[in-house]
């Protein structure tokens, strides 16, 4: 594992040259460009706060449902998009694999890396939110580099997972998006998670982007330290899938150019 590491770090610069491709080409001969980064994640805020919020009457717990949505829906765009990107991303590289070496997790993770580009200018409008609704930021915002980081290690190996099986089976790619949307209804992205009844909750906080989304929620809408115990079970659970996903990609490497 630690040689695979160090063999990944060497390619770095193609890691990073990938990413940057991966940006360019999402957003070439697009009208706004860049600008729909925010406008996915605005667009579901203003439409769950209409549906959810006014007609539904979905508690935010306190908070202005825009700024309760909208921080959740950062995260899990972020999520979302990085992992429907990077599913195909082995596949659709076919000459590059057959042709040249490099390590193939390469492309996956280039896909995410490619993504938080899109996640660090949605945060933006995170700011603006605050500001509207007279939220100031306090210092438990300190926690955000735990939470994004738990939310990279568990989204880099779905990806690993996900698109080393695409090659393998080619309808992945399309369970995959339908696998979120299922998903993202199973994670309080629209609701709190006290909408959960008691006896299911523990049950329903098992799911990471649970723990994950709560965790934003908590330390910029509620400005709050996350809940330690179940922050510290969650990072243990997803770097210990991290490593598996790794360890399974790297077991089935060898077999990609000749299935592709």
Not at 76 to 81: I, L, V
Not at 202 to 224: C, K
């Amino acid at each position: 594992m630690l040689a695979h590491l160090k063999e990944l770090y060497r390619f770095r610069d193609l890691l990073w040259s990938l990413a940057v491709r991966d940006i360019k080409v999402r957003y070439r001969q697009t009208l706004l460009g860049v600008a729909w980064a925010i406008l996915q994640p605005l667009a579901f805020m203003l439409t769950f706060t209409v549906i959810f919020a006014k007609f539904g009457k979905v508690s935010a717990e306190g908070a202005p449902y825009p700024l309760f949505s909208y921080t959740a829906l950062v995260a899990w765009t972020f999520f979302a998009t990085g992992l429907t990107l990077s599913v195909n991303s082995i596949a659709a590289n076919i000459k590059l694999v057959q042709k040249v070496y490099f390590p193939r997790e390469v492309l996956p993770i280039g896909a995410v890396v490619g993504c938080t580009v899109d996640f660090l200018i949605a945060g933006t409008l995170v700011v603006g939110l605050m500001v509207r609704y007279g939220v100031p930021p306090s210092s438990h915002l300190a926690w955000l580099p735990w939470l994004i980081s738990m939310e990279l290690m568990l989204l880099v190996g779905l990806s690993l997972v996900a698109s080393a099986l695409n090659v393998f089976f080619r309808d992945i790619k399309y369970i995959v998006p339908i696998a979120i949307q299922l998903w993202m209804f199973a994670t309080p992205v629209i609701y709190p998670s006290s909408m959960i009844p008691e006896r299911w909750r523990g049950w329903y906080m098992l799911n990471p982007m649970a723990i994950i989304i709560e965790g934003f929620r908590e330390v910029v809408v509620y400005r709050q330290a996350p809940e330690l115990p179940a922050l510290l079970a969650t990072t243990a659970g997803v770097a210990a899938f991290g490593l598996l996903a790794y360890a399974f990609f790297k077991r089935v490497e060898p077999k990609f150019a000749d299935l592709i």
